[in-house]
C-alpha cells in the first residue's frame, strides 16, 4: 500500500528528513528511550538506525543492518524485554520478536516477510487475526476505525497498555475519528504532502508532561 506511487525509502527519507530537521530524534526519543531502557542509549541506536534509512539501501539490507546492531551487544530479547516489561504481561511480545527479525534478517521480499510475520503473530494469540484483518483493511475499502476498534479491544484487555494506549487514543480520537487521523496519514504517505504536519501534532502530544 505504502510503496504505491513512491518507495518506501522516499517515503521513509522525507519523514526522517522532517524529524531530524526542526528537532532532532535525540530530543524526541529521548523521552521515550529514558523509559524505555537503561544501559544501552536507544538515542544513539535509532539515530544510527535513521542515518541508515535515509541511504539508498535496500529495505531487506536495511533491517539486517537494525537488527546486527541491536542484537549486538545487547540480544533483541533484552532489548525488547525492557520495552515489554511495561508494555506487556502475560505474553512474551520477547519470543515474537526474536522469530521477527530471525525472518526479517533473511532476503525475502517484505510481502512475504510481513505475511510470516502474520502468520506468526496469529498463532497462540488474538494478535495474529488482528494483523491478518488490518492488511485485509489496508488493501481494501474497509475502515481503519473497525480495525483500530479490534486493535484496541484486545490491547486493553487485562494488561497496562490499556492504560498507556487510552491515553494516547483518548487525544487521537478526540478532535477526530481515527478514520480521519489515518486517513488523513494515508494521504500524506501516498501524496506530496509533508508529514511535517501530521507528526508535528502528535510530536507536541508525546512531548508534552505526559509520560509514554
Known sequence: YVTSPMSLTQHYSTYFQYVTSAMSLTQHYSTYFQYVTSPMSLTQHYLTYFQYVTSAMSLTQ???TYFQYVTSPM???QHYLTYFQYVTSPMSLTQHYLTYFQYVTSPMSLTQHYSTYFQYVTSPMSLTQHYLTYFQY???PMSLTQHYSTYFQYVTSPMSLTQHYSTYFQYVTSPMSLTQHYSTYFQYVTSPMSLTQHYSTY???VTSPMSL
Do not use: A, I
Open 203 to 205: 510530536f507536541q502530544y
Open 62 to 64: 536495511h533491517y539486517s
Open 75 to 77: 540480544s533483541l530479547t
Open 138 to 140: 489496508v488493501t481494501s
